[in-house]
């Protein structure tokens, strides 16, 4: 029997019973859509965090009381009793870091900027030192940024992000206005390129105001974080690290013997820890899906079993009139991969919708690998074939006198 006409046979049998073949395809969909929605978010969310390491630099390594990335609460305990990062440390690196590119400080807090009658009570205020806006890759849309001397004279001058100038400054020009942030006045000077948002939460609502001014306003008593441009990658970067880990050192007087008591990070080490963590996350979920599509295909098995006990008459009249083994064998072969494979398209576009869906309420990111599709497809249709072998060789077996005297 030719190809096309066993597919032919094998759609008119599904279409035949639509209600059933929806049921059967349950775990099928279910462990295809898992399957895809975790690896196109996953992608999405390698993708992202690639961007905004090449934001920060590759180049990029940071100074500070305890590291990026930890897992326990007892690491986080640890890292809590270590002395802070100071403004010493800061200048300290400055002048005797000679491998160093460029080196910025800067403290965090989040505070209300007012102007008018407008405010926002949620602001990220970033006490910033004057070099960091080209460590970060940060383009200045309008206006400019404060220069190393406004920086060392704590000059009352702002540069905002755009959240802060469409809800706070409103309409017309932004720069030369004053607002206030946590009740002391500041000129805004410049406004910050639009970043976007980040699990959907929004990037651009900061006001950056310089590193000393900060430290005098707020308590100076805070831990720090130096950023550090080391120039380059690979061996430029070790070399760097390893100077300024000398400096720290010995700026704490620790023994050769001593661990250290502050943190050198580059972008790889989050990248590194996010990856593995995606990856963990991703082969505990395949491994469900896999579970679901092995329930799938024993339904689909059992459904196949109790079509061929239904249609042993129309074996039988097909063996009568000279159809093989190996024919009957074949269309239902074809039936229950096709049954496996329209499940595996269903939770193809299942998946990638949930994972757009859910970029679209929290904007978390999400990208499609078009590999993801082809395995899911293949897997499914694999799994039909496999799970439709014992009923399509039950079918072929069919001895077609006994088969016809099947009641109807």
Same mark, same amino acid.
């Given at each position: 029997m030719p190809l096309k006409e066993a597919f032919k046979l094998a759609l008119q049998s599904l279409w035949a019973n639509k209600l059933r073949s929806i049921l059967t395809l349950?775990?099928?969909?279910?462990?295809?859509?898992?399957?895809?929605?975790?690896?196109?978010?996953?992608?999405?969310?390698?993708?992202?965090?690639?961007?905004k390491i090449n934001t920060y630099g590759a180049a990029v390594v940071t100074i500070s009381k305890m590291p990026q990335t930890f897992i326990t609460t007892e690491e986080y305990l640890s890292y809590q009793k270590r002395k802070d990062i100071t403004y010493d440390d800061y200048l300290a690196i400055l002048s005797d870091c000679k491998s160093c590119a460029s080196v910025a400080g800067t403290r965090n807090t989040t505070g209300k900027v007012v102007y008018g009658t407008r405010s926002?009570?949620?602001?990220?205020?970033?006490?910033?030192?004057?070099?960091?806006?080209p460590i970060l890759n940060l383009n200045i849309a309008e206006g400019r940024f404060y220069t190393e001397l406004e920086d060392e004279h704590s000059a009352r001058v702002a540069v905002v992000g755009s959240d802060i100038v469409d809800n706070v400054l409103g309409p017309g020009?932004?720069?030369?206005?004053?607002?206030?942030?946590?009740?002391?006045?500041?000129?805004?000077?410049?406004?910050?390129?639009?970043?976007?948002?980040?699990? &959907?939460?929004?990037?651009?609502?900061?006001? !950056? =105001?310089? /590193?000393?001014?900060?430290?005098?306003?707020?308590d100076a008593h805070t831990s720090m974080m130096i950023y550090v441009n080391t120039g380059g990658g690979g061996k430029v970067m070790d070399a760097v690290s390893d100077e300024l880990r000398v400096i720290m050192r010995a700026r704490r007087h620790l023994a050769p013997d001593k661990p250290d008591t502050f943190s050198i990070d580059s972008s790889a080490t989050f990248q590194n820890l996010l990856g593995s963590i995606l990856d963990n996350? &991703?082969?505990?979920?395949?491994?469900?899906? !896999? =579970?679901? /599509?092995?329930?799938?295909?024993?339904v689909i098995m059992n459904i196949m079993l109790v079509t061929v006990t239904e249609r042993t008459r129309e074996i039988g009249v097909?063996?009568?009139?000279?159809?093989?083994?190996?024919?009957i064998l074949l269309q239902f072969l074809i039936e229950s991969a096709s049954l496996a494979l329209i499940g595996g398209v269903i939770g193809v576009l299942l998946g990638i919708g949930a994972a757009k869906v859910l970029t679209m309420i929290i904007g978390f990111p999400s990208v499609v690998a078009l590999w993801s599709i082809a395995v899911g497809l293949f897997v499914s249709a694999s799994v039909g074939l496999f799970f439709g072998i014992y009923p399509a060789h039950k079918a072929s077996a069919l001895d077609p006198i006994t088969a016809l005297r099947a009641e109807l």
């Open positions: 349950f775990g099928v969909i279910i462990g295809v859509a898992s399957v895809i929605m975790v690896v196109t978010l996953t992608n999405g969310a390698k993708q992202f965090v690639a961007e926002t009570t949620d602001t990220n205020i970033r006490g910033w030192s004057s070099t960091m806006p020009d932004p720069l030369g206005k004053e607002i206030r942030v946590d009740g002391a006045p500041y000129t805004v000077i410049g406004v910050g390129e639009s970043q976007g948002k980040m699990m &959907g939460q929004s990037m651009d609502n900061w006001v !950056a =105001i310089p /590193l000393t001014t900060f430290l005098h306003t707020y996350f &991703g082969a505990v979920v395949v491994a469900i899906a !896999a =579970i679901s /599509l092995v329930i799938g295909g024993i097909r063996k009568a009139l000279g159809a093989k083994r190996k024919d």
